[in-house]
C-alpha cells in the first residue's frame, strides 16, 4: 500500500526556519517525482515545489521561490522542504504527494499525505 | 500565470447529477485532473486526464473537457459525495502546478 506521512510542523515566528520531511512507502521511491502541496486554513490548495525523481529537476511557485528549497534522499525513501524567512501567509497544512506524468506533457498527483500543520504567528 | 475558475457551490439532491464545472483559456488542450476533499482529510484523485477513473473510485464520477471548460459529473449523487472539489492542470509555459478555487458540493 502506498504511504506518505509528513512531519515536522510546528508554531514558527514570523522570520523563522523550518524544515519538513515526508517519509514514503508501498512503491519505489526514486521512480517518481514529488511536490508539497499547501492549504491555508480555510482556503483552497495551492502547489508550493516539486522535484523529479532524482532531484535534478525541482521548480517553485512564486510565493516561495527564493525562500522554499525542496530535496529528497532516495536511500532513506524521503522528500523535504526547507523553509526559510517564514511569513503568516505561509501559515497552512502541507501536504507532501506523489506525482504521476502522462505522455502528453501533462501531470497530475495520485497519492497524499495527511499534511503537517505550520503556523507562523509572533 | 494560468488560471482556472470554479463555481463556488453546486446543491444537488440525492439521487440527481452534480456537474462541476472549470474554466481556463484553451482548457480543453491541457489535461484536466479532478480531487475530492472532505472535511478534514486529504485530497483524493478521482478523475485524471479529462476522464479516467483510478481503481476504487466509482463510475458515478466522469469528466470531459472541451474548449474552455471541463466538468466533473458525479451521477446519482450519494450523501457521502459532500465534499470541496478541485481541478487541477500543469501549466507547461511555467513548469507549475495550477489548482482551481475549489467547489463546494451540497447534497441536500
Known amino acids: 500500500e502506498v504511504q506518505v506521512v509528513e512531519s515536522g510542523g510546528r508554531v514558527v515566528r514570523p522570520g523563522g526556519s523550518l524544515r519538513l520531511s515526508c517519509g514514503a512507502s508501498?512503491?519505489?521511491?526514486?521512480?517518481?517525482?514529488m511536490s508539497w502541496v499547501r492549504q491555508s486554513p480555510g482556503k483552497g490548495l495551492e502547489w508550493v515545489a516539486g522535484?523529479?525523481?532524482?532531484?535534478?529537476?525541482?521548480n517553485y511557485a512564486d510565493s516561495v521561490k527564493g525562500r522554499f528549497s525542496i530535496s529528497r534522499d532516495n536511500a532513506k525513501n524521503s522528500l523535504f522542504l526547507q523553509m526559510n524567512s517564514l511569513r503568516a501567509e505561509d501559515t497552512a497544512l502541507y501536504y507532501c504527494?506523489?506525482?504521476?506524468?502522462?505522455?502528453?506533457?501533462?501531470?497530475?498527483?495520485?497519492?497524499w499525505g495527511q499534511g503537517t500543520l505550520v503556523t507562523v504567528s509572533s | 500565470s494560468y488560471v482556472l475558475t470554479q463555481p463556488p457551490s453546486v446543491s444537488v439532491a440525492p439521487g440527481q447529477t452534480a456537474r462541476i464545472t472549470c474554466g481556463g483559456n484553451?482548457?480543453?488542450?491541457?489535461?484536466v485532473h479532478w480531487y475530492q476533499q472532505k472535511p478534514g482529510q486529504a485530497p483524493v484523485l478521482v478523475v485524471y486526464?479529462?476522464?479516467d477513473r483510478p481503481s476504487g473510485i466509482p463510475e458515478r464520477f466522469s469528466g470531459s473537457n472541451s474548449l474552455n471548460t471541463a466538468t466533473l459529473t458525479i451521477s446519482r449523487v450519494e450523501a457521502g459525495d459532500e465534499a470541496d472539489y478541485y481541478c487541477?492542470?500543469?501549466?507547461?509555459?511555467?513548469?507549475?502546478?495550477?489548482f482551481g478555487p475549489g467547489t463546494k458540493v451540497t447534497v441536500l
Open positions: 504527494a506523489r506525482w504521476v506524468p502522462l505522455v502528453r506533457g501533462q501531470y497530475y498527483f495520485d497519492y
Open positions: 508501498g512503491f519505489t521511491y526514486d521512480d517518481y517525482g
Open positions: 486526464d479529462d476522464s
Open positions: 522535484i523529479n525523481w532524482n532531484g535534478g529537476t525541482t
Open positions: 484553451n482548457l480543453g488542450s491541457n489535461s
Open positions: 487541477q492542470v500543469w501549466d507547461s509555459p511555467t513548469d507549475h502546478y495550477v
